[in-house]
T-cell receptor
Framework: SQTIHQWPATLVQPVGSPLSLECTVEGTSNPNLYWYRQAAGRGLQLLFYSVGIGQISSEVPQNLSASRPQDRQFILSSKKLLLSDSGFYLC?????????FGQGTRLTVV | GDSVTQMEGPVTLSEEAFLTINCTYTATGYPSLFWYVQYPGEGLQLLLKATKADDKGSNKGFEATYRKETTSFHLEKGSVQVSDSAVYFCALRTGGYNKLIFGAGTRLAVHP
């Protein structure tokens, strides 16, 4: 069966520090992968999506970047975090008929 | 571009009340439509879906009908429970862009 792992579950980082969130998928090949952010009291914003290794589409200009070094690995990064980067980050992969989400990472930048 | 618009929340209801959460969309072509639910502290789960006009998706007492003429996919439930308290997201997926687009989400609070 397909499984998606996302870690860490929670993270508190100081302003200006780097960030690396990792997401891996099991049980499928060549999935479409997504990073979403859900800021407090707001909806779900698509940050990046990837249709294959090394193929990243950025949906909004921001302080973050994404990479896909392997077929089932998707990494969200930042060189220097901002206060506004705080939020709930969700990794997902989808088929034509359904998307599967990780448990999310709650990031607090202090 | 493609987009999804949901009614603003929060929606507060008493147990056993009737629920409607409105969702309309803008898309090129013929998208698939979805409702996802997010319980507190968790990721999103698929609630129901419809892939073509006039299809009705249903699950756990929730229903939504794909209305092409009104570009809508409203979520309904005849009798809500406290356990239905969550955030509900309407979403669409267009084959051309191959990505999933979500609405802003609607928070539902059901009290006894």
């Amino acid at each position: 069966s397909q499984t998606i792992h996302q870690w860490p579950a929670t993270l508190v980082q100081p302003v200006g520090s780097p960030l690396s969130l990792e997401c891996t998928v099991e049980g499928t090949s060549n999935p479409n992968l997504y990073w979403y952010r859900q800021a407090a009291g707001r909806g779900l914003q698509l940050l990046f999506y990837s249709v294959g290794i090394g193929q990243i589409s950025s949906e909004v200009p921001q302080n973050l970047s994404a990479s896909r070094p392997q077929d089932r690995q998707f990494i969200l990064s930042s060189k220097k975090l901002l206060l506004s980067d705080s939020g709930f980050y969700l990794c997902a992969w989808d088929t034509v008929t359904e998307a599967f989400f990780g448990q999310g990472t709650r990031l607090t930048v202090v | 571009g493609d987009s999804v618009t949901q009614m603003e929340g929060p929606v507060t209801l008493s147990e056993e009340a009737f629920l409607t959460i409105n969702c309309t969309y803008t898309a090129t072509g013929y998208p698939s439509l979805f409702w996802y639910v997010q319980y507190p502290g968790e990721g999103l789960q698929l609630l129901l879906k419809a892939t073509k006009a006039d299809d009705k998706g249903s699950n756990k007492g929730f229903e939504a009908t794909y209305r092409k003429e009104t570009t809508s996919f409203h979520l309904e439930k005849g009798s809500v429970q406290v356990s239905d308290s969550a955030v509900y997201f309407c979403a669409l997926r267009t084959g051309g862009y191959n990505k999933l687009i979500f609405g802003a989400g609607t928070r539902l609070a059901v009290h006894p």
